[in-house]
Nanobody, 122 residues
Framework: QVQLDESGGGWVQAGGSLRLSCAAS????????MAWFRQAPGKERECVAA????????ICADSVHGRFTISRDNTKNTIYLQMNSLQPEDTAVYYC???????????????WGRGTQVTVSS
């Protein structure tokens, strides 16, 4: 019903930047809210940032304030995560998620991408 395709992950040295993209396909009502989550080894999946179709956005993780920016292109049904000043603790699998309501809780999203690995070396 809804498919999410992430891209843009990779390896970068500390202080570097990466830009993640997530292209969505499916009913617009099912992808009103889109978000980025991440999961590091041995840790819970946590919300990084989320954004609604009308442009309301939230940065969920305090540790990325001032470094990560979420944006969205509704004409392409694509959401982006610009990650600057990356640190080793940002290393994780980053997942794109879509749902009806804007929320920072993972249970609030019905659809998930497969994830893209981000590795930051010190």
């Amino acid at each position: 019903q809804v498919q999410l395709d992430e891209s843009g992950g990779g390896w970068v040295q500390a202080g570097g930047s990466l830009r993640l993209s997530c292209a969505a396909s499916g009913p617009p009502s099912s992808i009103n809210a889109m978000a980025w989550f991440r999961q590091a080894p041995g840790k819970e999946r946590e919300c990084v940032a989320a954004m609604s179709r009308i442009g309301v956005k939230t940065i969920c993780a305090d540790s990325v304030h001032g470094r990560f920016t979420i944006s969205r292109d509704n004409t392409k049904n694509t959401i982006y995560l610009q990650m600057n000043s990356l640190q080793p603790e940002d290393t994780a699998v980053y997942y794109c998620a879509a749902g009806v309501y804007l929320t920072s809780t993972k249970n609030g999203y019905n659809f998930w991408g497969r994830g893209t690995q981000v590795t930051v070396s010190s």
